[in-house]
């Protein structure tokens, strides 16, 4: 049976009469990459601030590496990578500097670590950069320096919150190579994430938050299953006819979403539908067929309206 480096029961968070997380069950399994799904307030940042021993919890039950939080949190922090979702680094200092200042903390050994930061710099492909200062860096540089340092002492889990917010494409495309590495290295995963695409090609298992509780729990392709069809069939009327072209497509598909600029019909075959809304005379100004992702997943069980 796979090992549970993780296991919350009813575990709650809150900030007095406001309640943060509300009572949620889940369990992190050794070498798996777990993600945390949700909108702004959802709960995931004070989750993962329990999880890093850095929060105490409110009520239930929190095990980290089979430790109580609440009795080992050095213990636990010792044993824990951690990437924050802002960017920490001292900029004055060279990227070389950086890890050796935080590998201190850790008790490591200037000898030891130089071996480390080799590795480190080589795996974030940040060799070259080793004597610049931190501050004229891109963003996508700093995001690796900063998982490059949490690396440092060599984790057995490593927490990231939003790891790739801000970067450009390319960025996020070789930070995404450098985490399924680790994951492959054994090292196990938590995540929380805005990008829908990033926890389907990274999380092996993720859970989806609103308002402090756990909504859906399962693999990517797993809760699609569950809570969507197959295929979406988007269509765009001309401006003023949606909601007439709207009410004639009800009953072609599974579910029909209306939204400010599209109609969504959510149905299994994705080309019959197609054929139907022809058949009725319904001919929209674009169409576009599409399999069902995790956001469409997201967007239904959290809501479409912002969250600030």
Not at 83 to 107: A, C, K
Not at 220 to 234: A, G, K, Y
Not at 249 to 271: C, H, K, N, Q, S
Not at 297 to 303: A, I, K, Y
Request: glycine share 10%; aromatic share 6%.
């Amino acid at each position: 049976m796979a090992e549970s480096l993780v296991v919350a029961r009813d575990l709650h968070k809150s900030f007095g009469d406001l309640v943060a997380v509300g009572g949620i069950d889940f369990a992190v399994e050794r070498g798996e990459v777990f993600g945390f799904l949700g909108p702004n307030g959802a709960g995931k940042s004070s989750t993962m601030k329990m999880i890093g021993a850095v929060s105490p919890i409110s009520g239930g039950s929190l095990s980290v590496l089979g430790m109580d939080p609440a009795v080992d949190g050095a213990r636990i922090r010792a044993r824990l990578g951690v990437v924050p979702q802002e960017d920490n680094l001292d900029l004055e200092l060279t990227v070389y500097e950086n890890l050796l200042i935080y590998g201190r903390y850790f008790g490591l050994s200037k000898k030891v670590l130089d071996g480390r930061i080799d590795e480190l710099l080589k795996f974030t492909q940040l060799d070259e950069r080793r004597k610049s200062l931190v501050e004229p860096l891109s963003g996508g540089m700093k995001r690796r320096l900063t998982i490059a340092r949490g690396l440092i002492n060599t984790p057995e889990m490593l927490i990231l919150d939003e790891p790739t917010t801000g970067l450009d494409p390319q960025a996020r495309h070789l930070l995404w190579d450098r985490l399924y590495r680790l994951k492959q290295e054994g090292v196990t995963l938590i995540i929380t994430t805005h990008y829908m695409d990033e926890a389907e090609q990274l999380c092996d298992r993720l859970v989806i938050m609103d308002k402090g509780k756990i909504v859906a729990e399962g693999s990517p392709r797993r809760l699609i299953e569950r809570n969507s069809t197959r295929e979406v069939l988007e269509m765009r009327f001309s401006v003023g006819t949606q909601e007439e072209h709207a009410h004639r497509l009800e009953g072609m598909a599974t579910r029909t979403e209306i939204l400010p600029d599209r109609v969504l019909l959510y149905t299994d075959d994705a080309d019959r539908t197609f054929d139907e809304v022809h058949a009725a005379g319904i001919v929209p100004e674009s169409t576009v067929s599409r399999r069902s992702t995790l956001e469409d997943v997201f967007l239904s069980l959290t809501g479409r309206s912002l969250v600030d």
